[in-house]
């Protein structure tokens, strides 16, 4: 049996959990008893994304500091940072944000491409633009949202959007050369109204975030399989979103948001030699343990922040320097 024919053969036998009401002839499906693949194909899959194309890809930054006025009826939240004296509501320290994250990416080799305050519309061609692009010689490919939000929504400059609808613009079906290839979203935005107050605990913890291993060691890539293969539409997505849902996401008008501090200074520090999740778990320690808000409010200090990572990643992710 060839490498591919472990991977893509069905087992007889599959079901969906979906209930059999929606098969027309339902009492063909049988119990799924799938078969392990044979020892061999899986040393041949490889460990790692192959990150050796001519290019890192591209990171594209929505910086959405100003949202219109009327917006605010319409988000139904305490935004804190709402400026109701101006036309507009301000997110102030998302300059700082959208500038830390755009050195950060930039340094990891990416083609970085920022755009402020733009509308619904205009954000909606920038996709447009780059789900056309040829991405044949990229590595991967990254999104950040910066703004206002609620839970599956941002807010452009003059109305929301789903983030589904972002995400479904850069899936294999919509573009095929970023097929099988890492898809990147750091949500920097609130997802509810509700405060995370905490809970003290112990947890005897005292390893040190500095006890990494040397530059360049990972799991090594196997020789891969051959030939075309198919994957899932929704494999190689990663999300990584500054809070739950339902809840606040913090930020500080002179330093940025929480969830940017720490997500660049980490990735500045080991973002070119440690995997990405690892990197990410460390950005959720330490926004999770180092901050608590600061309001002047007896009502909103005192508050917490844990980011949260979703992962349809198939892959380990390093973003090693490159040599040319």
């Not at 940072?81 to 050195?103: C, K, M, W, Y």
């Not at 180092?290 to 892959?315: E, N």
Request: aromatic content about 10%; hydrophobic content about 35%; glycine content about 8%.
């Amino acid at each position: 049996m060839s490498d591919q024919a472990a991977v893509e053969q069905p087992n007889k036998g599959d079901a969906t959990d979906a209930g059999s009401s929606i098969f027309k002839r339902s009492s063909q499906v049988q119990p799924a008893f799938p078969q392990p693949l044979p020892t061999a194909a899986l040393e041949d899959i490889d460990a790692e994304y192959q990150m050796g194309n001519p290019s890192r890809g591209f990171c594209l930054i929505f910086n959405h500091r100003y949202c219109l006025q009327q917006l605010i009826k319409s988000v139904a939240l305490k935004q804190v940072n709402f400026l109701s004296s101006t036309h507009q509501p301000t997110r102030e320290g998302s300059d700082v944000d959208a500038s830390s994250i755009e050195n950060s990416f930039r340094r990891l080799g990416f083609d970085v491409r920022t755009f402020r305050d733009l509308t619904a519309s205009n954000l909606l061609d920038v996709l447009r633009e780059f789900r056309l692009k040829n991405h044949s010689n990229n590595d991967c490919f990254a999104v950040v949202l910066l703004s206002h939000g609620y839970e599956g929504h941002f807010y452009a400059k003059d109305r929301d959007l789903p983030i589904d609808f972002v995400v479904r613009q850069f899936k294999p079906d919509a573009c095929k050369t970023l097929a099988g290839k890492p898809k990147l979203f750091f949500i920097q935005a609130c997802r509810g109204d509700n405060f995370d107050r905490g809970v003290e605990v112990t947890d005897g913890e005292d390893d040190t975030l500095d006890a990494l291993p040397p530059a360049g060691v990972g799991v090594g890539s196997g020789a891969g399989i051959s030939g075309p293969f198919r994957v899932p539409l929704e494999s190689d997505f990663f999300f990584f979103y500054s809070t739950p849902p339902g809840y606040f996401s913090w930020r500080n008008s002179h330093r940025g948001s929480w969830f940017g501090q720490q997500l660049t200074a980490l990735l500045d520090r080991h973002g070119d030699r440690m995997e990405l999740q690892h990197l990410m778990l460390m950005v959720q320690r330490l926004v999770s343990s180092a901050y608590a808000s600061d309001t002047g409010d007896p009502k909103s200090t005192g508050m917490k922040q844990m980011p949260v990572t979703v992962s349809q990643l198939r892959k380990l992710l390093y973003f090693r320097p490159k040599q040319h």
